[in-house]
């Protein structure tokens, strides 16, 4: 049973930093791709990064690229989000995915504010 946990939210002010954690289990086969997703109140679902890890390709948005970080520590089992210059638009839930074949599965999400 794949599971997925965040952690990491948290208030911080225009131009901060924050790091969110995805503690995940259950991945029999390394060949899962790991994302984080947000969702502020009266928009969309967006997708902010994502990391393979067969090959550890990594994706980004226009809206984050630059400033946000994935890595995957394996070892740990934990995915790392890494923002920095945070913006109040990047004020959301954010939700640890992970894709296995066509299955996802969600984490629970972890609430970032960024105020001005």
């Known amino acids: 049973e794949v599971q997925l946990v965040e952690s990491g939210g948290g208030l911080v002010q225009a131009g901060g930093s924050l790091r969110l954690s995805c503690a995940y289990s259950?991945?029999?086969?390394?060949?899962?791709?790991i994302g984080w997703f947000r969702q502020a109140p009266g928009k969309e679902r967006e997708g902010v990064s994502c990391i393979t890890s067969k090959d550890g390709k990594t994706y980004y948005p226009e809206s984050v690229k630059g400033r946000f970080t994935i890595s995957n520590d394996k070892s740990k089992n934990r995915v790392y989000l890494q923002m920095n210059s945070l913006k109040p638009e990047d004020t959301a839930v954010y939700y640890c995915?992970?894709?296995?074949?066509?299955?996802?599965?969600w984490g629970q999400g972890t609430q970032v504010t960024v105020s001005s």
């Open positions: 259950g991945f029999t086969f390394d060949d899962y791709a």
């Open positions: 995915n992970g894709r296995l074949w066509a299955y996802d599965y």
